[in-house]
């Protein structure tokens, strides 16, 4: 059974930081390409950030490039968000997800998906 389970999300005032983490069950992990999508209250998902299986080709969407980096550590199965000069803006649920086939934004591919965890980002 694969799971995905996010940690790591919280309450920070805005221009502070905070460290996602995504750890993977059940999957061989280094086989998938890994993203990170968020949905704030009333708005619809939108991607945040993927990464390859190896680490070496990462995407972000427009609006947190500079200030979010993807990485991954094969050996422990988890894929982490490290997300720096935090808006309110970012304040939304934060997924991460898992396929097989593509380096993506698109959340089309996706098939695995985690429960999501919590960011309020106050002003």
């Known amino acids: 059974q694969v799971q995905l389970v996010e940690s790591g999300g919280g309450l920070v005032q805005a221009g502070g930081s905070l460290r996602l983490s995504c750890a993977a069950s059940g999957l061989t992990f280094s086989n998938y390409h890994m993203g990170w999508f968020r949905q704030a209250p009333g708005k619809e998902r939108e991607p945040v950030a993927a990464?390859?299986?190896?680490?070496?080709?990462?995407y972000y969407t427009n609006s947190v490039k500079g200030r979010f980096t993807i990485s991954r550590d094969n050996a422990k199965s988890t894929v982490y968000l490290q997300m720096n000069s935090l808006k309110p803006e970012d304040t939304a649920i934060y997924y991460c997800?898992?396929?097989?086939?593509?380096?993506?934004?698109?959340?089309?591919?996706?098939?695995?998906w985690g429960q999501g965890t919590q960011v309020t980002v106050s002003s």
């Open positions: 997800a898992a396929n097989q086939y593509y380096t993506t934004l698109s959340a089309g591919p996706y098939n695995y």
């Open positions: 990464i390859s299986v190896a680490g070496g080709t990462t």
